[in-house]
């Protein structure tokens, strides 16, 4: 069981901690769930799914730490057991990173370097935003799409793991898999 936050001297941090704590539980326990269901494993929505969810998780964790962009196309995994494990370092990665940086760095601005991609699809110049926003919309983006992961599951006849973060919460805030 992980140990409840202690230092609450920055809500803002803190809760952002315990998001990223909750998302690396939250994907771990998806992947168990579909590696231990063969017709999950084996569906291509599923696993293009959780390969683009940790697709990104490196690209904001690249974006964050300025470090140059590697982009893993799907072909490049053979099996979903190799996204999970690229996955395992996405989540981790992003753990660390949460668990290190500063409240002042939360706050400065951020341009993510696809911005422009935005820009020239909508004609109009991206918002400004924080790191801190950034961060936050990582563990959105992967709550959303794991929720289409876990629908697929049911569409297969799979029972889907439950995820929620008060689950979590009541739970002790495990920092792996929870079977429910």
Known sequence: MEAVVTDQSNPFVSQ????????????ATVWGAVLAAPHAAG????VDTLHHIHLVQHHFLQAWTRTQFAVRHRNEFATPEDINAWGIEARRGVL???EQVSADELAQ????PWATFFEHKSKQPAGVHTMGESVL???????????QVCMRMRELGVTPPTIDFILWLWAGRPAETLSV
């Open 109 to 112: 601005e951020m341009r993510m």
């Open 43 to 46: 569906d291509a929505k599923i």
């Open 96 to 98: 660390s990173f949460v």
């Open 137 to 147: 919309q990582v563990f959105l983006h992967t709550q959303h799409h794991r929720g």
């Open 16 to 27: 952002m901690r315990e998001m990223a704590r909750h998302m690396a539980w939250a994907d």
